[in-house]
């Protein structure tokens, strides 16, 4: 069984540690775990393992995040795969820092990484895993919050919440959405 990774992120050193990088970094951690490299492929850095008889496809896309859907489509049918076997790994701004949520499907919620794979793909039902970076900006400044650097205060939480939204991808993959969701959620 085959499974598309998709962490949302900017590529470049500017952006790495940035909260709306946090995608990269939760397939970064699944690629760590898994013991593989990334390599650059079309429209995305590309990594391929196994977990437990499962194969992985983790892409980070190198279109930037708001042209997202392009690598998201492009390696769906690259690897010949329905959108259940998706799992898009983002941030949000609605949740708290480090909360994570599983869905099947939804909205755009404002951001730009899923509203351009909604629209590459033509619908909103596939899985995704929404990392929770807070909302702690003055009016007018999220696109200042979302490209900036954690914290110290989060610093410190961060590894234990990508963990967990590794261990949530790597659930997904092997006991399904619906158990994953109802174990994480």
Not at 12 to 20: L, P, Q, S, V
Not at 59 to 68: A, D, F, Q, V
Request: contains cysteine; aromatic residues 10%.
């Amino acid at each position: 069984m085959k499974f598309l990774i998709a962490g949302l992120g900017n590529v470049g050193a500017d952006y790495e540690g940035t909260r709306h990088n946090i995608g990269f970094d939760v397939v970064n951690e699944l690629a760590r775990r898994m013991g593989v490299s990334f390599e650059l492929g079309r429209h995305a850095w590309v990594a391929e393992g196994k977990f437990k008889g499962r194969t992985l496809i983790l892409i980070k896309p190198t279109t930037y995040m708001n042209l997202s859907g392009k690598a998201v489509k492009f390696w769906m049918q690259d690897q010949k795969l329905d959108a259940d076997r998706l799992m898009v790994v983002t941030d949000d701004l609605a949740l708290p820092f480090g909360k994570i949520r599983l869905k099947g499907k939804g909205s755009d919620g404002g951001h730009n990484g899923l509203k351009d794979i909604n629209a590459q793909l033509g619908h909103n039902n596939y899985p995704r895993l929404r990392f929770g970076i807070g909302d702690a900006f003055n009016k007018g400044h999220q696109v200042d919050y979302v490209l900036g650097k954690w914290n110290s205060d989060e610093q410190q939480q961060l590894e234990e919440s990508v963990q967990k939204s590794a261990d949530a991808v790597e659930a997904f993959c092997t006991i399904g959405l619906e158990r994953a969701m109802n174990f994480f959620n």
